[in-house]
């Protein structure tokens, strides 16, 4: 017998990401790699998190080195409170929970609103990290308007096709991973109007909303659902956020911001599977927050977006003729569209193999495997003459695979 016949069918639908697999690549000499959507760790905070972690265990490491609730670590929970009132959601620490990093968030929704044949409203592209938190739960995607073109009724006639119902929208409204995009208000507002029409949850995804570069600020769709109902227990957004892209990954801290309900069946899902975040972490986070979190962001603000504008300058100077890419306000990502009948993936091989150089193809953003000819490229681990010189290697290879 093969172990792997008695496995779930739940598992047919879990595959590697490609970005993890990418991720190996940065430790092979002479590769120049825009593939990993990560925080430059030359940029980390990392004086101050080793004075926040010595000063927990000189005082607080009976706390920090227990058990704790699984709702998550309280001063913390109050801090973001605190950040949400001022994008217009005040909320109390009963709406919020600590996750090990909004990835676990995504997983957490996945399964308290997916049964298999439910309808996933998503971006085309859309994060592969939520397709992957979503997969197991054997759910059907649909795309995700914003514009209002398409009407609540298709979306709920085609969601019976397979037996279920659109249980919510997804999407990242602030330079989103993939495409560096944001929403603009009046999507967001279309947004909320569709899922009142479906009655689904609305799922924000607010891992980069602090990244911004230029432009003006727009509402959260959870503030602006809030201001329709003036009652944070009336609504159906949930809104996700991580201090991975701003203070630090490693220590997966992410958290929910949601109706008492929700948080209440998240908590359960907590408790079964890892009963809370790492206490440790919770605290050195809050310490380094409370102290350092608006400067250490400008500071972020100020690099990421220098290197925004000479990835966008070396694109215009080096890419050949029927490429095109997008211009985000912030964020980390630039997503490119190569001429029909290119495939992102031929290019990455030849890329790899010609020029040791590294992105992401972009069939593995979207639910359908379609999109071939995109790819998305991240500056925020390269400096400004590694981005001029690995947009000419990029101009290069392109140009030498061209039909």
């Known amino acids: 017998m093969s172990i792997e016949q008695i496995f779930a069918t739940r598992t047919e639908r879990m595959k590697a990401s490609e970005i993890r697999e990418l991720l190996k690549l940065l430790d092979k000499p002479g590769i120049l790699s825009f593939a990993g959507g990560i925080p430059d760790p030359a ?3 990392s004086d101050a998190f080793a004075a926040a ?4 265990m000189k005082t607080g490491s009976d706390t920090a080195l227990q058990y704790s609730v699984s709702e998550g670590y309280l001063p913390l929970r109050e801090w973001i409170a605190g950040q949400m009132a001022d994008i217009g959601v005040p909320c109390t620490p009963d709406n919020i929970l600590i996750t090990s990093g909004s990835q676990q968030a995504l997983d ?10 439910d309808t996933a409203l998503v971006g085309w592209p859309t994060y592969m990290g939520a397709l992957g938190a979503f997969n197991p739960y054997e759910p059907r995607y649909d795309q995700l308007s914003v514009n209002g073109n398409r009407a609540a009724s298709d979306y709920a006639s085609e969601a019976e096709t397979t037996g279920g119902k659109v249980k919510f929208a997804y999407l990242s409204v602030d330079f989103a991973n993939p495409t560096g995009e944001t929403v603009d208000q009046r999507g967001r507002e279309a947004v909320l109007d569709m899922a009142e029409e479906l009655d689904c949850a609305v799922i924000e995804d607010a891992a980069y909303q602090a990244l911004r570069y230029d432009g003006e600020d727009v509402p959260s769709i959870l503030a602006l659902e809030l201001a329709r109902k003036g009652d944070l227990e009336a609504c159906r957004t949930i809104y996700s956020g991580s201090f991975s892209k701003t203070l630090s990954p490693g220590l997966r801290v992410g958290w929910v911001v949601a ?11 907590k408790q079964a599977s890892d009963l809370h975040s790492a206490t440790f972490n919770q605290m050195a986070v809050h310490r380094v927050a409370d102290a350092h979190f608006d400067s250490h962001v400008s500071m972020l603000r100020t690099v990421y977006g220098r290197r925004r504008e000479a ?8 890419m050949p003729q029927g490429v095109q890419w997008t211009r ?12 029909a009948g290119m ?7 030849y890329a790899l193999e010609t020029y040791k150089l590294a992105f992401v193809p972009g069939r593995a953003f979207f639910a359908d495997g379609s999109g071939g000819n995109t790819l998305r ?6 400096n400004e003459a590694m981005i001029d010189d690995g947009m000419a290697r990029l101009g290069a290879a392109i140009r030498e695979t061209m039909i």
């Open 108 to 117: 957490y929704l996945g399964k308290l609103f997916l049964s298999p044949g």
């Open 311 to 318: 990835m966008l300058a070396a694109l215009e100077a080096h």
């Open 328 to 339: 985000p306000e912030g964020g980390m990502f630039v997503w490119m569209t190569l001429p």
């Open 259 to 269: 109706a008492k309900p929700v948080i209440s069946q998240l908590v359960l899902m």
């Open 377 to 382: 490229l991240s500056f925020s681990c390269a």
């Open 53 to 56: 972690m010595a000063e927990i």
């Open 343 to 349: 495939d992102g993936a031929d290019l990455l091989s």
């Open 43 to 45: 940029l980390f905070p």
